[in-house]
Every structure is written in structure tokens, then in C-alpha cells.
């Protein structure tokens, strides 16, 4: 949920990028249209489309306003809902920002997690997710030796992932 | 609604076709509600969509949004086994690895059109 201050601080802003239309709570954004929302959107920085969308959450017309930032279906909408979300995704997502040799097991569920087993059993679904390759680099890691489980050898990978944090 | 534009479960267009339809196939007349809550990100919505009901990225993105500021949001439509397999995807998908504090799956529902 947005604070109060920088919803306060959001609407100062929008107001400052339109003419003459002054946004004094989050609900006065819902008077505009679709159209006018997107290509206000279009005027924020990246750094404040995040906030700018908790503030129109925060209205109290998430729903609608939702609505509005898909164009209202319009076609003639299309070209400024497809920018809109674009900008939004690569802002937003993490995984844009992971390079090509990021390991979701070693920034996730590291060593220092293994006193926690509720958690560490919690994990177990994600840790059945990843590639072989993606497991056996983790394996090599944290226990400090070579691990070979081949494609598919995802259940096994578990259960000796989980027999090794238990003895510790 | 979005997930169901070109991507699964795509309406009959008349009359006549849905009665053929219904009568070639089970009807594609349920769909899948997530809900929303504190204790998932944008991120893991999309990962999860796009495993569990093979959304593109985009378009789970989108969904992602929808649930962020509706509350819920319809992730697939089909018949009532397919949208009961997909539910079941998302509510033992995980938690989410990235918050500390998530300790379970997202909620979702099967309902009748």
C-alpha cells in the first residue's frame, strides 16, 4: 500500500506533467479517460512507474482503472497500452536485470538458510524447478564437490540436497 | 479478456457452431480465478503463468498487473477437467523463493461461466 506521503508526493507530480489538471486525491485519476491515462503514463519516469501504479490502485477503482490501462479494448488504443506495459514489464520484472550466469539456487536458498529446514523444505517445489545444470553448479557449491545428476534426476537431486542439510 | 485472446479456449462464434461444438467436445464454459495477496511478486506471477497455463510473457504480465489491481484476475478458460488440472498447477507451484516470507502457493478457483 502506497504512504501517505508519496501519494501526496505522486499527485504533486502528475499534476506538475498535465495542463492545468490538478490531482489533489488518487480518485480524481479515474475522471480521465483511457486515453488520457495511457499518454499520462507515457510522461512518467521509469523510476516513478511503480508508484504511479500503487497510486491508481490505491483509488479505490483498481478494477476500472485497470480497465482504462488496457485502453478500454479500444483498437485505437493499442499502440499506447502495448507501450505502456512493455515499459512497466522491463521495469518491474527482477529477471531482466538477472545476467546469464545468475544461479536462482545460490541467490534464493543459500547456506545460510539450512538452520531453518520449515523454510528449506518450503523451497522445495522452486529447487524441482530449475535445470540439472542449474542444480548441479548449486550442489558443486555449497557442498564443495562434483555432482553429475543427469536430465531429469530432479527427485533425486532433493532428496540428496535434503539428507545433506539434514545431517549438517 | 486477455488470457483468453489467441491463446487457449478461443469462444464459438455462433449459434450453430457452439451446438456442433457442443456436441463434437466438452464445452469450453469454466475458467480460472487467481487472487491476490502480499506474499508474491510480479516476478513469480509471471514464472508461474507462463508454467502453469502457458501464457506468453506479456500476456502474464498483464494478468500480473490485473491481480495486483482488481484483486483477481481470469488466467484460463476450457473445460472444467482442463481449468481443475491448470488450478491445481498454480496452488502447488510454491512459494515464492524470492521473499523470505512466502510460505505457500497463490490461490486460485475454478468457476462455471
Redesign the interface.
Known amino acids: 500500500m502506497l504512504s501517505e506521503d508519496y501519494e501526496k508526493m505522486m499527485l504533486i507530480y502528475l499534476s506538475g506533467l498535465t495542463d492545468g489538471l490538478g490531482f489533489r486525491k488518487p480518485e480524481d485519476l479515474n475522471q480521465l479517460s483511457s486515453h488520457e491515462l495511457l499518454s499520462l503514463s507515457q510522461k512518467v519516469d521509469d523510476s516513478a512507474l511503480g508508484l504511479f ?1 500503487q497510486l ?2 490505491s483509488s479505490q477503482a ?2 476500472r ?2 480497465e482504462k ?2 485502453g478500454d479494448h479500444e483498437e485505437e488504443n493499442r499502440e499506447l497500452v502495448d507501450q505502456f ?2 515499459r ?2 522491463n521495469v ?4 531482466v536485470q538477472e545476467g546469464e550466469h545468475f544461479n ?1 539456487l545460490e541467490a ?2 543459500p547456506p545460510s538458510t539450512f538452520d531453518d529446514l520449515a ?1 528449506v523444505q ?5 529447487f524441482m ?1 530449475q535445470t540439472i545444470d542449474i542444480i548441479n553448479e548449486y550442489l558443486d557449491q555449497v557442498f564443495r564437490r562434483r555432482h553429475t545428476f543427469t536430465v531429469g534426476d530432479q527427485p533425486a537431486a532433493w532428496e540428496y540436497f535434503w539428507s545433506k542439510v539434514m545431517e549438517k | 479478456m ?1 488470457p483468453g485472446e489467441g491463446q487457449n479456449s478461443p469462444q464459438p462464434e455462433s449459434e450453430s457452431e457452439a451446438e456442433t461444438e457442443t456436441l463434437a467436445k466438452p464445452a469450453l464454459n469454466w475458467k480460472v480465478v487467481l487472487f491476490n495477496d502480499e506474499e508474491h ?3 513469480y506471477v ?2 508461474m503463468l507462463t ?1 502453469a497455463c502457458k501464457l506468453s ?2 500476456i502474464a ?2 494478468c500480473a ?2 491481480v ?4 483477481r484476475t481470469v488466467v484460463f478458460y476450457g473445460t472444467r477437467s482442463d481449468c481443475e488440472n491448470v488450478c491445481s498447477k498454480i496452488i ?4 515464492d ?2 521473499l ?1 516470507q512466502s ?1 505457500a502457493s497463490m490461490n486460485a478457483e475454478v468457476q462455471a461461466l
Open positions: 501504479v491508481l490502485k483498481g478494477e482503472l485497470f490501462l488496457m506495459f512493455n512497466y514489464l518491474v520484472l527482477s529477471s536462482p534464493y536458498l523454510f518450503s523451497r522445495q517445489t522452486f524447478r | 486477455i511478486t510480479y516476478d509471471v514464472e508454467s510473457r506479456q504480465f498483464r498487473v490485473e495486483d489491481m482488481s484483486g502447488s507451484f510454491g512459494p523463493h524470492r523470505p510460505m
